[in-house]
């Protein structure tokens, strides 16, 4: 075992190694997912250090609200981008795990995941599953779980109607194409939790909202939430 410990290990990255989403560079040994350089550029919203950020109070008033954050800011024009679009749409499904668990890794010290009870991740629709054959989000709650040692709920909340992209969408066509989307199940394991929902992309709020929405009439809920980025305005 320290044989392969000592040079099996190294001997397979250097077979096989990886290489930066977002630069393209080759990775050393002990990365994963960025280069030192592209994840000390990453730009960040550091949300989780601060409580009334923008985020957060796109939910006030909603519902019973904790936390609020994503990891960087979103635009189109973003190199950062593409990390998403590989484990989002071209089937990088560890992709997906690295990046919650990079994410979470950060996060942790501030204090943002105290309190909380477990982590469900916004549901796909059955079609759309079987489209892409893993729900993305699921993955980076299995990352982020990894980390905090956090219980991942996934049988709570499913989704029952399938909607259009939001891609291409304006804001009044995104929060009208979510609408009674997602419906509640086994609610009992989320009575009195504290519960932080966790996706890829926040852009207008409504799908988080609406996932909200459906579980929202459980007994002493509160919810959190947490995603990979957030689109800039």
């Known amino acids: 075992m320290k044989w392969i410990k000592k040079w099996g290990i190294p001997l397979i990255n250097w077979l096989f190694p990886h290489y930066c989403v977002v630069c393209g560079k080759r990775l050393p040994q002990d990365r994963r997912v960025l280069c030192p350089s592209c994840q000390e550029k990453m730009p960040r919203t550091r949300y989780h250090t601060w409580e009334e950020n923008r985020m957060a109070k796109q939910f006030w008033g909603k519902f019973p609200t904790g936390h609020a954050a994503a990891w960087f ?13 590989l484990f989002k749409y071209n089937g ?40 892409r054959g893993y729900n993305q989000s699921e993955l980076l709650a299995r990352g982020v779980a990894a980390v905090t040692h956090i219980s991942v709920i996934c049988d709570a909340v499913e989704r029952i109607r399938y909607t259009e992209t939001q891609t291409h969408k304006t804001m009044q066509e995104r929060i009208k194409n979510m609408e009674d989307v997602f419906r509640a199940k086994n609610v009992d394991q989320l009575e009195g939790k504290h519960v932080l929902l966790v996706d890829d ?29 957030i689109a800039s305005h």
């Open 73 to 85: 800011f979103y635009s189109k024009d973003s190199s950062y981008v593409h990390m998403i679009h």
């Open 92 to 131: 990088r499904q560890q992709l997906a795990f690295d990046v919650g668990y990079l994410m979470a890794e950060e996060m942790l010290p501030s204090g943002f995941f105290d309190g909380i009870d477990c982590i469900v991740p916004i549901p796909l629709h059955k079609k759309r599953f079987r489209e």
């Open 201 to 229: 992309v926040m852009t207008t709020s409504s799908t988080l909202t609406a996932c909200a929405d459906a579980l929202k009439e459980i007994p002493n809920v509160k919810f959190s939430f947490l995603t990979v980025a």
